[in-house]
């Protein structure tokens, strides 16, 4: 069994990233909450293709501010 695909929103210079063990590449935005939206969507998406996800945000003092998980089915 495979483990939780992991996706992380964390802050970056001048805007957040958007990292997930699945992708080779982070994703970049200048807002927080468009980050953290797509994050939860990329979760979602996830979870419906068959394996659970989990989305941890970061805060700017690199706390952990939340996290999301997403079930397979």
């Known amino acids: 069994m495979v483990g939780d695909q992991v996706i992380v929103v964390v802050p970056v210079g001048g805007g957040w990233s958007v990292q997930c063990s699945m992708a080779g ?8 909450a468009k980050a953290e939206e797509t994050a939860r969507k990329l979760g979602a998406c996830i979870a419906e293709l068959g394996q659970d996800a989990r989305v941890m945000i970061h805060a700017h003092d ?4 939340g996290t999301h998980s997403y079930f397979a089915p």
């Not at 690199?62 to 501010?65: L, V, Y």
């Open 25 to 32: 590449q982070p994703l970049f935005f200048l807002s927080g």
């Open 62 to 65: 690199t706390a952990i501010m």
